[in-house]
């Protein structure tokens, strides 16, 4: 409704506003699914203009109709804290939705908020639970205008302020509380969103890490927290869990090499490393991340001021032979026929410690597969290659003897942290499932210290149950189109199978077997009936021109001769089948059928 009149002020502090009703516009496009549709117009007449003119019809775009035909007015009065509504009239328009929420809806809302505090617009919309994974009803029950989902998200985003729910982004406020709640966890905080960094273990793990015997892996992962920052998780094998167990955790807000810097020194000054002596530091396990690497170098400088902390970090080879692995498969750089020997070649480089030979199989690789220059380049980096190949390695003979080869050990902790945990979360509810993951180990090993109750009774691994191969099924609509099936180097082309009248033969032929097929399976369905009906003496022929005797059109019998065919069954004869199948066999190959009968009769 747009205001006519008003504010108008009368007696006794009294103010009165008058708005009269806009009508309503509608699409005039009778192919529009929103044709003679009574839509609300906008409040001023020109922007109800602007909308019929020039956006127009939300669905076609075409011009929209204004209809001002509405007479109702409606008088607001205001007296004090008080407002009275009076409307004069009755519209002759449908009742529009409301664009805004009701108390009881917003109650709706706020209660769906509550069960799941991380619901996000998109899946309030569909009505999924982010926490449990169950179905829930959807916000479009609440008000249908919740369907857009710009507008839940302004509703989501007024009834988190409401009740009090922190929503990402807001972590300031909520991170002392957190320190309160968790004492003596935290070593390092900055939470300035240019420069942020937390830093936190348990002050009672450190007592059971081995590191003359197990190394330390480090990695990285981005699921568990919301966008724009990380997790950095060390974990170590712990023999008490018989399992690996997180030992040094941090929030990042990027993968900095200053935040890796800082967030190894921390590790080296907390667990108070030592490069010999009793439980002397094995080494550190770490993917190939520039920023990861760079990062422990500074920290290994910063904390023993040697420069040669390359001796304390092993790579993974699992990332290694993904990669060489993608550059395999490429078939634009290796062709099929020689992956056998890029494979020898990579195996050479990566295992040899003859310079001549590196630098020969180097050069062969370059040469004989020119795409994999700037592949090869990039892994003799001199901090990636140090990791990687034996020739370049300065890595200590301990680690490098070591079983550990791959970082699975971390990224099997991730596997089950995504379990146990919402994904995603603000980081005031991500941080705190954190530290309870981290308690729940140290909880576990007070009680196994305490009152000897061990973390698992399997020991022993249970031998698993032989999986019982079965047959796959063939997908008979997929033409043969795999390597393995179509390269044959022993195959012989038939051209003549290509020529246009065999090809057209062979059509017409396959179809003449099929049609036959199908004409003796109905001879014989019909000649059953035939013996059932006479076992019974009862034939029923109807007296239609035709008969539907399992689904096929069959001419009726002439009377006398279906009694004459009756009895030669009965006798046994198999004259009877023959003509049967003459008789059938008319649609197929009406021709053969006459000539049969003709030498018959003859």
Known sequence: MRKVNGPRKLKHNVHRYTKNCNGF????????????????????????????????????????????????????????????????GTHNHAQYLSKHLSEE????????????????????????NRRTGEVVDSVIDINPILATRDRTEYELNKIHEEIDIPRRGEFLGEFGKIMNTCPNYFLHAQVVPSSFLIIYRSPTINGYCRFQDFPAVTDVTYKAVEKGHYVCTAVIYVPELKRHTAIFQALLGGQKEEYFSQYFFAFFVDHKVRLDGTNFFLGMMLDFSMAQVNGFQQAYKRYTGKDDGMRYVKDCYMHWMQSVQRINSNHNIIKPEESAQFQKLVYVIRTTKDTDEFCRSCKELVTRYKYTYK???????????????????????????????TTNAVESFHHDLYRNMVHSLPLSLALPQLLNYIQSDVRILANYEEHAVPSTYNRVPRPKKKKTSSKKEVNDGRPLDITKELVDENIVLDLSYFDGQKIQDHTLSEK????????????????????????????????????????????????????????????????????????????????ECKEEKNNKII
């Open 25 to 88: 516009i509608q699409c005039t496009d009778k192919n529009c699914r929103f044709f003679a549709k009574q839509l609300r117009p906008p409040l001023d007449l020109e922007q109800i203009k602007k909308q019929c003119t020039v956006i127009g019809c939300m669905n076609c775009g075409g011009y929209l109709e204004h209809v001002d035909t509405c007479t109702v007015a409606a008088h607001y009065c205001f007296r004090g804290m008080k407002c009275t509504v009076e409307q004069i």
């Open 105 to 128: 809806e917003k109650d709706m809302l706020a209660e769906r908020l509550r069960v799941d505090p991380t619901v996000t617009p998109k899946a309030a919309i569909r009505g999924n």
């Open 375 to 405: 592949w090869i380049k990039w892994w003799l980096q001199p901090t990636i290659s140090s990791m990687t190949f034996q020739h370049c390695t300065s890595m200590n003979d301990t680690l490098q003897r070591h079983l550990y080869r």
């Open 512 to 591: 003449k077997k099929i049609s036959r097929k199908k004409s003796v399976v109905s001879t014989k369905k019909l000649s059953e009936e035939i013996l059932t009906a006479s076992s019974h003496n009862s034939i029923g022929i109807p007296d239609e021109r035709t008969v539907h005797l399992l689904d096929m059109k069959v001419e009726p019998f002439d009377i006398e001769e279906l009694e004459r065919m009756t009895k030669e069954v009965e006798t046994g004869t198999e004259e009877v089948t023959q003509r049967i199948m003459c008789m059938d066999m008319k649609e197929v190959d009406q021709k």
